[in-house]
């Protein structure tokens, strides 16, 4: 079931402070712009690398579902990995089979496919997102 790594996502208070700091500390030199996504509760951007890409998120709205992470975690941090997979309701129902908890129905995420969430506590503390590998990728 598991694919590539496609993103790690980074959980911030402020986006644009996030991306000063990528471009002045560690010289990233692509970075997307931001754009809301209601539907997920987050405003997001990527920051490109040579072989993934890293997602900073920042809360959209009263019941975003990073509010508690950064309740917890004032500063932000790493918030989720994001792997592949080729189709994501039998990756759905591969681990509701096994008794894992997916959180909510597959909906479309950044990339414009469809994404899950598994919860932390059945991965070891990590919360882990799946996504169908946009079908013009390449190899
Ligand atoms: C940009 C769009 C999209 C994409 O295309 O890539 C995205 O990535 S959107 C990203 C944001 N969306 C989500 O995260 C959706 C799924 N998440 C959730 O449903 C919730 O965040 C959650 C995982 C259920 C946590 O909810 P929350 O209310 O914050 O916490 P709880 O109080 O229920 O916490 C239970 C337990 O889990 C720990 N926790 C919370 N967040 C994380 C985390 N990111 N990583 C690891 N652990 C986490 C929390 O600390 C609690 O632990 P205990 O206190 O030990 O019980
Ligand atoms: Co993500």
Redesign the pocket.
């Known amino acids: 079931m598991i694919g590539k790594l496609n993103?790690v996502?980074v959980a911030t208070p402020s986006i644009d402070e996030s991306v000063k700091m990528y471009r002045e500390l560690l010289g990233a030199t692509s970075v997307t712009d931001k754009w809301a996504?209601p539907e997920?509760?987050?405003w997001?951007c990527f920051v490109n690398l040579p072989n993934s890409q890293i997602?900073l998120?920042e809360p959209y709205g009263e019941t975003s579902?990073?509010h508690?992470?950064l309740a917890?975690n004032p500063k932000g941090g790493q918030?989720?990995i994001?792997f592949e997979v080729e189709n994501i309701y039998e990756a759905r129902d591969a681990l509701v089979a096994k008794g894992a908890t997916v959180?909510?129905e597959p909906r479309i995420?950044?990339?414009g496919t469809l994404?899950i969430?598994v919860?932390?506590?059945d991965m070891g503390?990590?919360?882990v997102?799946l996504?169908e590998t946009p079908k013009d990728a390449h190899h």
């Open positions: 993103h996502g996504m997920q509760g987050v997001v997602e998120i579902p990073i508690g992470f917890k918030h989720h994001c959180l909510g995420g950044a990339h994404i969430f919860h932390p506590k503390g990590l919360l997102e996504m």
